[in-house]
């Protein structure tokens, strides 16, 4: 399929491009125990869901959801570490709001993730606060 000039676009102007269709058509949410970072994206126009499918994700294909007396609608999401890698990097296109609540979902994400695997004390988050900054920030900014 020849989606003509986003061909030609560069890896900044294809993120750019994803961050303002998320900003407006997509949604970041999580799991209630911050265990899931989640990006979806669902719209009635196929060829555009696909180009951003194909920015986030080497695999996988939009799903498609009939829905009677209405136009099919086609929907495509991510999660865990690929939601993560994608966030990090629309994330300085993102508008404010939007930016805070990623960077938000981002800190509780990777927070569970360190405190899995044994590098943060599970009861107080983070017992070096310089630490869990930087790492934050790491995450935040690539």
């Not at 998320?22 to 719209?43: D, H, N, P, V």
């Not at 986030?56 to 690929?82: A, L």
């Not at 300085?92 to 590098?119: S, V």
Request: aromatic content about 10%; glycine content about 8%; overall charge positive.
């Amino acid at each position: 399929m020849a989606y003509g000039k986003f061909t030609s676009m560069s890896d900044k102007e294809r993120w750019i491009w994803l961050a303002a269709l998320l900003e407006g058509e997509g949604s970041f949410t999580e799991a209630a125990t911050g265990a899931c970072l989640r990006i979806s994206l669902g719209m009635t126009d196929k060829d555009t869901v696909n180009m951003a499918a194909k920015i986030m994700s080497n695999h996988g294909w939009p799903k498609k959801r009939p829905v009677k007396g209405h136009k099919t609608m086609y929907h495509f999401e991510i999660s865990g570490e690929r939601a993560a890698t994608v966030a990090r990097a629309i994330l300085p296109y993102m508008h404010t709001r939007r930016r805070q609540r990623i960077a938000g979902i981002l800190q509780r994400w990777y927070k569970r993730i360190l405190q899995r695997y044994g590098i943060v004390c599970r009861r107080c988050g983070a017992c070096d606060p310089t630490f869990r900054k930087n790492v934050v920030q790491r995450i935040i900014n690539g």
